[in-house]
């Protein structure tokens, strides 16, 4: 079974959330990533590796890539691969501006 299925069997209650989910300057730690292994690997070489620190950033216009820093740097994913970036709540979860 998928992490993603294994997930969803949590209940609507739980606290499964992804980057996709999250509004521009909140904090979040990843907790794992459920994509295909080059493309996991590929992101974990950027910095998107579980129990690292990233923020949300800026939405492109017309819903296209979203940028989200890491490790100092930004990088912008697509709806859909955010979507399979699984997070927790930063313990300092707050707002921040990225300038």
């Known amino acids: 079974m998928s992490l993603a299925k294994a997930g969803a069997k949590k209940g609507a209650h739980s606290n499964v959330h992804t980057l ?3 509004p521009p300057g ?3 730690i990843i907790d794992r990533l459920d994509l295909p292994e080059d493309v996991s690997r590929r992101l974990m070489e950027l910095g998107f ?3 690292t620190e990233v923020v949300t950033g800026r939405r492109t ?4 890539p979203r940028v989200f820093r890491v490790d100092g740097s930004e ?3 697509r709806k859909e691969t955010a979507a399979r970036l ?5 313990p300092e979860s707050d707002l921040v501006v990225l300038r």
């Open 20 to 22: 996709a989910d999250l």
């Open 26 to 28: 909140q904090r979040c």
């Open 49 to 51: 590796l579980p129990g």
């Open 61 to 64: 216009p017309g819903g296209g």
């Open 75 to 77: 990088v912008a994913l």
């Open 86 to 90: 699984f997070i927790r709540r930063h």
